[in-house]
């Protein structure tokens, strides 16, 4: 069984560009959650995403959206990159959407806004 | 609410002392409660979890926790740290359908 994977490791971006990230999930977990952690901070949830629709939201604005493929990839998008969007987004997968079905985590890609 | 808070920001110990990270926790329900670490642009990695049963779990690296329902609390210990345990701890929740994050606690182990 693979792990959570996430592609790429690091990106450098400028300020109003747009920017996709990638995860790929272990095979059979039905949902993606991702997160967002800022330097010195904990991670935030910014969306989950359960058999291709959207399931939940944090408090992240529009130009965050996120894509669920049937073959256990997952995607990120930000647009209109602003510099406070430099952080490790993390993303996670699990068996379900309910609270007791445990999240495995990526290693994360970190994304530089310049 | 659903809420997790370390009020420990930094700790520092030396190495072979005995380490207690603090959590406390809100929830309605049942709480579901992990402890992860992360070292300096590393990912997460999973200590040790909680759902029911005993209250006292042990998780890897030497390091369990003891869940206190009376005092909403979650908290880590390790006999005796290594240097290789400075890290960033962080408790987490799990909330609905998303995990609730502690703001963390640095730890600096002093050889």
């Known amino acids: 069984e693979t792990g959570v994977t996430q592609s790429p490791t690091h990106l450098i971006k400028t300020r109003g560009q747009q920017v996709t990230l990638r995860c790929s999930s272990q095979?059979?977990?039905?949902?993606v959650s991702w997160y967002q952690q800022a330097l010195g901070q904990g991670p935030q949830f910014i969306f989950q995403?359960?058999?291709?629709?959207?399931?939940g939201r944090g408090n992240f604005p529009p130009r965050f959206s996120g894509l669920q493929f049937p073959n256990y990839s997952s995607e990120l998008n930000v647009n209109a990159l602003e510099l406070d969007d430099s952080a490790l987004y993390l993303c996670a997968s699990s068996l379900d959407s309910g609270r007791f079905d445990e999240q495995y985590f990526g290693p994360g890609t970190r994304l530089t806004v310049t | 609410a659903q809420s997790v808070t370390q009020p420990d920001i930094h700790i520092t110990v030396s190495e072979g002392a005995s380490l207690e990270l603090r959590c406390n926790y809100s929830?309605?329900?049942?709480?579901?409660l992990f402890w992860y670490v992360q070292s300096p642009g590393q990912g997460l990695q999973l200590l040790l979890k909680?759902?029911?049963?005993?209250?006292l779990v042990q998780g890897i690296k030497g390091f369990e926790a003891e869940f206190k329902r009376s005092q909403s609390s979650f908290n880590l210990r390790k006999p005796s740290v290594h240097w290789s345990d400075a890290a960033e701890y962080f408790c987490v929740l799990s909330g609905t359908y998303k995990y609730i994050f502690g703001t963390g606690t640095r730890l600096k182990v002093l050889a």
């Open positions: 095979s059979g977990h039905n949902t």
């Open positions: 995403y359960y058999r291709e629709e959207e399931n």
């Open positions: 909680y759902f029911s049963g005993d209250t």
């Open positions: 929830y309605g329900a049942t709480p579901y």
